[in-house]
């Protein structure tokens, strides 16, 4: 590791080759029966030898040293893995037993759509072109007024012929 901190590419690179086997082995006191979270931070080990090897201190052993990296990140793996499956489900009967709300809200909004359409179908154009710029484009009267040049007036006259014929209709389906 001295050599290696001195720049010597060929000595640090015989550095991490010979002590991914003793990390590994410490990894795995920490980490049972997952090896492929074991593999990820023994990976994450080396890298953080990568960064902070400018803190080993050659008058010191480097064993512990090594421990110590190899252990923080062992247990930082199990803390986040923790934090993962507290909110994972894992019972996929449990998934597939509760339907998705979005896809039922998704066919409730196309019935709705589609129903609206259908009574729209019914008006005629001058009257279906009014019920759709004022109520679901949301236009100001006076706005749907200019848009179709027409007068105010005139806008709230065929508005109403539209909506009476509307509720008429409504009203025949339902009974």
Not at 13 to 35: H, N, T
Not at 139 to 157: G, H, N
Request: glycine fraction near 2%.
């Amino acid at each position: 590791m001295v050599r290696a901190q001195d720049g010597d590419q060929l000595a640090y690179a015989r550095l991490l080759k010979a002590i991914v086997p003793a990390v590994r082995g410490l990894v795995r006191r920490k980490i049972r029966q997952d090896e492929a979270l074991v593999e990820d931070v023994v990976q994450d080990v080396l890298m953080a030898v990568h960064r902070v090897r400018h803190t080993y201190d050659p008058s010191r052993p480097f064993l512990p040293w090594l421990s110590a990296i190899a252990s923080a990140r062992a247990i930082d793996a199990l803390r986040a893995r923790g934090r993962r499956e507290c909110w994972e489900v894992i019972d996929e009967e449990a998934v597939f037993e509760h339907a998705d709300e979005s896809i039922a809200q998704g066919h409730e909004q196309l019935a709705i759509q589609q129903q609206v359409g259908s009574l729209l179908s019914r008006l005629p154009e001058r009257q279906r072109n009014m019920v759709e710029m004022v109520h679901l484009s949301e236009m100001s009267l006076a706005d749907a007024a200019t848009a179709s040049r027409m007068t105010l007036s005139a806008v709230k006259s065929v508005l109403h012929r539209a909506l009476t014929t509307l509720r008429r209709d409504r009203n025949t389906d339902y009974d």
